[in-house]
């Protein structure tokens, strides 16, 4: 049976505060976890629900994204609208990673130069990510950022022109189009490393990160857990602003940046025709 942190917690009120007597500890209330010294670790929350849609949505949409332009032709449209979902995907993991919940927020994902020694000699300890695993996923959501961004401007001359291309010579939108092709070879390597990263923690390392990203749980030592600061919740219009900022956003770049009609503030007069010469009768 799964034990959560936020349960064991809550016997704070007959437990002594060091966290190994929560281990000989009787529960205050009938159905209560039991901890035993068996059970070595208990689930502690790590990726907020937002953070896990983002995920897996973005997966998706960059599948659709991958398969489709393989395809090609009428599936070009897919492409398109895939592209402009990981833009706005990214859209708001940008917001959510200022104003979102700590283990979101960038301040705490960006690994600095001394955590990435300390992981290279075997003494880091955190949560989440490695050091080396966020400057990987980093790598990857910025080159999905720039892939998604550059197809936004593509113009292949057949059977797809990106919503922004019109902001472009079309010489240029069709030599970007080129880049787009080109850099959608590194997108699928990175893609691939990032897979391989999780079977080999998967089935060498014992740490299913595919559970994690689900669950939102991470199952660490008791001791380890028990010392983790209480996380404050952000509130519900936090989110609400984000998403309702992302998704208009997201549709005014869809739909070319266009802005509203203003054609009857800009109506020149036509030109008057220059009279006909009298006639020679």
Do not use: C
């Not at 599936?75 to 895939?82: E, K, S, T, V």
Request: net charge positive; proline share 5%; charged share 15%.
């Amino acid at each position: 049976m799964t034990v959560y942190r936020n349960e064991v917690l809550n016997r704070d009120r007959f437990i002594s505060r060091s966290p190994a007597t929560v281990l000989d500890a009787e529960p205050l209330e009938r159905g209560a976890p039991e901890v035993s010294a068996v059970q070595r670790t208990i689930a502690v929350r790590l990726w907020d629900l937002p953070i896990r849609l983002f995920h897996w949505s973005l997966v998706i949409a960059v599948l659709v994204a991958i398969v489709s332009a393989k395809v090609g032709g009428e599936w070009m449209r897919l492409h398109g609208q895939a592209g402009v979902a990981v833009v706005g995907l990214l859209i708001f993991r940008l917001i959510w990673g200022v104003v979102g919940s700590k283990s979101a927020r960038f301040i705490h994902f960006i690994p600095s130069v001394s955590s990435v020694r300390s992981y290279l000699r075997g003494q880091w300890q955190g949560r989440g990510h490695n050091p080396l695993g966020a400057l990987a996923v980093l790598s990857l959501l910025g080159l999905l950022l720039l892939q998604a961004i550059g197809g936004l401007f593509t113009d292949d001359e057949i059977s797809f022109t990106g919503p922004l291309a019109h902001f472009l010579e079309s010489e240029t939108a069709v030599q970007l189009t080129g880049w787009h092709h080109q850099l959608s070879n590194v997108v699928i390597a990175l893609l691939l490393l990032h897979i391989a990263a999780i079977f080999v923690y998967r089935f060498f390392k014992k740490k299913n990160l595919v559970k994690a990203m689900i669950s939102g749980h991470e199952h660490l030592p008791l001791e380890q857990a028990l010392q983790i600061p209480e996380e404050v919740p952000v509130r519900t219009w936090v989110l609400v602003l984000s998403l309702v900022f992302t998704v208009v956003l997201t549709y005014w770049i869809g739909t070319g940046l266009a802005l509203p009609n203003t054609e009857s503030a800009n109506i020149s007069t036509p030109a008057t025709k220059e009279s006909a010469p009298p006639p020679a009768w």
